[in-house]
């Protein structure tokens, strides 16, 4: 039976699920349990601090949510860094803070696929029903952070399919490599946003408890005949985005 484990002692008032928390915290930034390694199971970690599982699965819920750790079937729960993720603050108020955003955030591919618009889908896109895109599956991370921040499912026109090639490592934005590659020009975006919750494959994907809260975020990329090139659906996880918008009634034209 592997030793018992001490909480610090500065944690002695907190409730067990958190003493094991900062514990687990701590072994995980002095490098005890190393960047891609696995965490001992939940049976192995109740027997090192003395505790239950229940107990052991709220302090480890914590790191999952932080974006430290992450749960895999089959495999185990695996360190995915030694720092927790922090939150990913835009203000998406211009044009120029969405260019910002997506030079300062990237996605990991998951999969892609040939879709065909359904009804749905036509009217939320307002593109031509039946119409065929190219559908990529992904996680948008900030750049520089293991822990995604949204579950993102990006839509294009066939003819832009290559993009997808170069959804690699720190890239280029979609809205930048439809330039670089195609010559085609962004010139609208429409964004709508809604409080909404994380829907269950991503839930899944993203270990999170099934209702979890997300900001649920779609933009729709247009030419300038009003022509859709490109669309993305994003769902935030809700601990690890922040939208900022702010307004100055001095440079305000008055209403009338």
């Keep these: 039976m592997p030793a018992r484990r001490k909480p610090p002692p500065d944690t002695s008032s907190l409730p067990r699920y958190a003493q094991v928390h900062q514990s687990l915290l701590a072994d995980i930034r002095l490098g005890k349990y190393p960047v891609g390694s696995r965490l001992p199971t939940e049976d192995e970690l109740g027997q090192i601090y003395g505790v239950s599982r229940h107990t052991v699965r709220e302090a480890t819920r914590k790191l999952v949510d932080s974006g430290l750790i992450s749960r ?24 120029k803070d969405l260019l910002d955003y997506n030079n300062t955030t990237r996605l990991e591919v998951l999969s892609f696929r040939r879709v065909n618009a359904d009804a749905t889908m036509a009217i939320e896109l307002r593109c031509e029903p039946g119409s065929e895109w190219v559908e990529l599956l992904a996680m948008r991370h900030p750049s520089g952070q293991v822990a995604p921040m949204s579950y993102t499912k990006v839509y294009l026109r066939p003819e832009f399919a ?30 709508r946003i809604e409080a909404t919750l994380m829907p269950l494959d991503a839930t899944k994907l993203l270990h999170l408890p099934a209702g979890s809260p997300a900001l649920r975020m779609l933009r729709c990329y247009h030419d300038g005949a009003g022509r859709l090139q490109a669309a993305s659906v994003n769902h935030y996880i809700a601990d690890r985005f922040q939208l900022v918008t702010s307004w100055n009634k001095a440079t ?3 209403f009338d």
């Design 72 to 95: 895999h079937p089959s495999i185990g729960t695996l360190v995915r860094a030694t720092l927790p993720a922090t939150p990913y603050v835009s203000a998406l108020g211009s044009f």
């Design 162 to 191: 290559g993009i997808q090639a170069h959804l690699q490592g720190e890239h280029l934005s979609i809205y930048a490599l439809l330039g670089k590659l195609y010559g085609q020009e962004v010139a609208s975006v429409v964004q």
């Design 252 to 254: 305000t034209e008055p």
